[in-house]
């Protein structure tokens, strides 16, 4: 580069030392051009977008295909009888709700099947199992790993089988033994009836399964997720103020035409635009290519607008604690995750114990997780979310206020 | 050592100073920062805060920006009482600070764009600014390329325009060629040059002496955060009370010669060496031929004469007791 020298500079026209220094620019013009370049800066860097927008349709796609679908139990079938009882047996267990069978050869592979986890369990119909069962003495061996969650399903469904059989051959033979009817014909109109006539009365109802909506399998990892990376996002690029004060770039933007509060609005408005850009796109993602239905707008705007603002106020709270960008990164990302983790974006704060549902509450992200919840899950309204709001402007005022207190503090002495 | 009240109250000029400071003081909890520092700078006049580094140089600009709350004293820049909450004030003044302070992931253009947008500019106005300071710095074919892509010179006048663009009355530029190579340097000083020759008024720091010398018309030591001298540079070199010195280098009666000098009109002493004589004179320039004569009268032949100018590290020196870059 060759320098310009000064006969060839051109020349700035001088300043007018009779003239009054320029009026102010108002203190929105100033709040727009600090949000509108912090986000033509995020958008523009790819590692940001990388973490705000496709981590986390990545972990909602992964996590919403492994625990949404309703899989089969994949269960290995040896009948070692070949009768019409057993044949009746597999037939039950091919056609039971939760059980996929596969039939096998030998006892062996049975047992390697079940040993090297191809399968859930194992069933083995035995040699003479019709003989036992018209004796009420017939067994069917269960192969499985007694510490697998698998075991019990597997088991809970071959014994409601094999009970059912048992039932009828008990009635056939109560009917040829007191009736003197013939014991295949008895056994022939018992196993009609089992099928024609209604069950004992006994209902098994879900919790919800009636009256509530159908749920996707998005509907708990999405939400989940845009509280996760919306927190973690901010505060991260909250934590870059420390980069900046490194640089001087605070102190230059000190230095223009406008009050501290304005400035410190104005960074606050650049963190909290980064914080509602994550959140809606996770969201128009999560609705368009999820099926998410994310309830009324009318009460997830606030719900989005309110964390945001939380998540902002955190991030400059350690934006400006921080001596250096190291230090704020340090901090920022173990403590964004593991409150994401207290706050029940990891599992559903319903499968811990009370007392850590009440210490997770703790976290703004438990109150955001209830109110996605109740519009998600319940398709509620804003009423029905109002303390839970209440309490996310709580955490705003509390932290915003300390976040202003410490920035002002740290940038101005 | 001069009192330093008598330097706070020297520049009494005719015509209303673009920046005046009384009393400056700042203190972080028990270590003074800054103490009584006061001067002013004159329309379109150059003023330099000379100092080493730690000796309160930036502490004192940030109060005269309205960055830093100060604990005592008063600043007005272009009449008006600074403070962070000051905007008519910080309008009048343009900052560069000693870092850069850009984003490293926008273009130059982009950044002055944004930073001229809250300084109130828009439209084709800041369009035009933009594209005057980027000529100024002589960055404007480079006006697209990303900061983080530029040469440390090139960032230190891209630092520079953004402080530019509103066409402050004071610019105020903290040390701004620190760590630069020599040629980005020239360019930086020959820019700062060139807005003073058209009227800018400019506060610079920096802890070169040479930079001091070559850029201001007056200038400021500090030390430890106290003002501590004030003035041109030969009324400073003036307070030393050493003068110029003469060194000539001949053959002769070389003792005879230095007493000769030493009777001299202006002279303050003479010395003879091994091979030459010094003279220390009130003016070097106009010593000279005087001297010379003595040389003849006295039937010592010339060799070679050297006139050396006391310069501002001899007045920090005999200041402080310390060099400038101790």
Known sequence: ?413 | MPDAATVTDRPETSVEPVLQCRGLRKAYGERVAVADVGFAVAPGETYGLLGPNGAGKTTTISMVCGLLRRDAGEVTVAGRPMSPEATDAKAAIGLVPQDVALYEDLSAEENLRFFGRLQGLSGRELAARVAEVLEVVGLADRAGDRVGEYSGGMKRRANIAAGLLHRPRLLVLDEPTVGVDPQSRNAILESVEALAGEGMSVLYTTHYMEEAERLCDRIGIIDEGRLIAEGTRRELVAQLGVGDQVEVTGTGDLAAFAAACAELPGALGAEARDGSVVVRVEQGSTALAPIVAAAERTGVAVGGVEVTEPDLEDVFLALTGKALRD
Request: proline content about 6%.
């Open chain 1, 1 to 413: 580069m060759v320098a310009p020298t000064r006969t060839d500079r051109p020349t700035a026209p001088p300043p007018d030392p009779a003239r009054s220094p320029a009026p102010a620019p108002g203190a929105g013009r100033a709040i727009a051009a600090l949000a509108g370049n912090e986000l033509r800066r995020a958008f523009r860097d790819r590692t940001f977008l990388f973490f705000s927008l496709v981590l986390p349709v990545l972990i909602i796609v992964l996590i919403g295909t492994v625990f949404g679908e309703d899989q089969d139990l994949p269960v290995a079938v040896l009948d070692a009888d070949g009768s019409a009882a057993s044949r009746a047996i597999v037939e039950d267990l091919d056609a039971a709700e939760g059980l996929q069978v596969a039939d096998v050869g030998s006892e062996s592979d049975l047992r390697r099947d079940v040993r090297t986890g191809a399968v859930a369990a194992g069933v083995v119909v035995p040699a003479g199992f019709a003989d036992d069962l018209a004796r009420g003495e017939a067994t069917i061996e269960l192969v499985a790993d007694p510490t697998s969650s698998a075991t019990a399903a597997v088991q809970a469904t071959v014994r409601a089988a094999v009970g059912d059989h048992a039932a009828v051959v008990a009635a056939a033979r109560t009917a040829a033994e007191e009736g003197g009817a013939d014991e295949e014909e008895a056994a022939r109109t018992a196993a009609r009836l089992a099928e024609e006539l209604p069950g004992p009365g006994v209902t098994v109802t879900a919790v919800g399964a009636d009256d509530e909506p159908e749920r996707g399998n998005f509907d708990y990892t999405a939400p989940s997720n845009v509280v996760l990376f919306t927190f973690v996002n901010t505060v991260m690029a909250g934590a870059l103020l420390a980069l900046d004060r490194q640089r001087g770039i605070v102190r230059r933007l000190l230095a223009t035409p406008h009050g501290t509060g304005t400035i410190l609005a104005g960074i606050g408005a650049a963190k909290l635009s980064i914080a509602l850009a994550q959140s809606a796109l996770v969201l128009a993602v999560g609705a368009l290519f999820f099926d998410v239905d994310w309830g009324t707008p009318v009460a997830y705007v606030p719900l989005i607008v309110l964390f945001a603002m939380v998540a902002a106020a955190v991030g400059l709270l350690v934006g400006s604690l921080a001596r250096d960008p190291d230090q704020a990164a340090a901090v920022a990302v173990p403590a964004a995750i593991g409150l994401g983790m207290l706050g029940g974006c990891m599992w559903p704060l319903e499968i811990v114990p009370p007392v850590m549902r009440a210490i997770g509450h703790v976290a703004p992200h438990a109150w955001a997780m209830d109110a996605w919840r109740d519009l998600v899950f319940d398709h509620r309204g804003l009423g029905d979310i109002a303390v839970e709001l209440a309490v996310l402007a709580g955490f705003t005022v509390v932290l915003g206020l300390l976040a202003a207190r410490q920035l002002r503090r740290a940038l101005t002495g």
